[in-house]
């Protein structure tokens, strides 16, 4: 049915821009430096994604920055200058200071526009587990529901959604700032795996650390069987850093694992996530009980 409102979110969500398509939903990109050129996340419409990891193997070290108020305003004007009101669901505002730019510039259309609405949502979530959360939103979008009942939904279950992952190789993180330059490389020697979750405040929180590839992926197994809900009616997503391979030999072990999973969609991370966690990883994210950390 036809809608007062516009849904929208960003390409942090990691959106197929199938999916998007599909169902119209609007998709702020968010913008990525490579090589010293800055692009804008397409969640996957151009294809650029393995040749992005390949780069980072190579030695390449992009980066990600805020995209600007003036921006945001130029997404939001013509919907609110069309009479439509918007309900934007964002990334997490702890992975970043981009939200207060969206602050910003709502708080000057709603002063140009004042008899209009716009209503932000912070998901506390990012990648796939916000997609997840943008979906099952947008089912209550194309059912009728109000901006406001989609927001009292979303920050109902937004500790809901959930990432487990691990990465190849250290070195990301390190230049992340997530962890030393000295545990990155006793890390290394021993083969240590860092278990990573999306903690209840929003960030990326480290859970655990486990000794070589296959008991990390084995333990993410286990994190998922503790967590999820209702798995027969679930999609589970497999991200990964183009590993492919490993993703789909991840999936058949998590199958084994959990059997009434209803589906498994496997997808390349995009850019800007890529970025933080380096080609190699691998994550698992669903919906299920509230986040443990």
Not at 21 to 42: H, Q, S, T
Not at 82 to 106: H, P, W
């Amino acid at each position: 049915m036809e809608q007062n409102y516009v849904f929208m979110t960003d390409s942090d969500s990691d959106l197929l821009f199938s999916i998007a398509d599909e169902r119209n939903i609007p998709v702020v990109k968010m913008p990525y430096i490579l090589n010293g050129k800055e692009y804008f996340d397409d969640n996957g419409r151009a294809g650029v994604e393995k040749d992005f990891f390949a780069q980072m193997r190579a030695g390449a070290a992009p980066s990600t920055s805020l995209l600007s108020t003036p921006v945001y305003l130029e997404y939001f004007e013509p919907i609110l200058a069309s009479g439509k009101d918007i309900l934007f669901v964002a990334f997490s505002s702890q992975m970043s200071n981009t939200i207060l730019n969206i602050y910003e510039a709502r708080e000057q259309l709603l002063q140009k526009y004042p008899e209009r609405k716009m209503i932000v949502v912070d998901t506390l979530s990012i990648s796939a587990p916000m997609s997840l959360l943008v979906i099952a939103a947008h089912d209550m979008y194309r059912a009728g529901k109000t901006m406001e009942e989609i927001e009292a939904w979303l920050m109902e279950n937004r500790l809901r959604c959930h990432a487990w992952l691990t990465v190849d190789d250290l070195k990301y993180l390190r230049r992340g700032g997530r962890i030393s330059s000295t545990s990155a490389i006793f890390g290394s020697m021993l083969d240590i795996k860092p278990i990573i979750t999306m903690g209840k405040g929003g960030k990326m929180d480290p859970a655990e650390k486990v000794q070589g590839r296959k008991k990390a992926l084995r333990t993410i197994c286990d994190r998922v069987a503790e967590n999820i809900e209702n798995a027969e009616s679930q999609t589970v997503v497999i991200l990964h850093g183009d590993v492919e391979e490993e993703a789909q030999k991840f999936a058949e072990m998590l199958k084994k694992r959990i059997p009434e999973i209803r589906d498994i969609r496997i997808q390349m991370i995009g850019p800007v996530i890529g970025a933080h966690c380096g080609p190699g990883t691998i994550a698992a994210c669903f919906m299920g009980k509230e986040r443990p950390i």
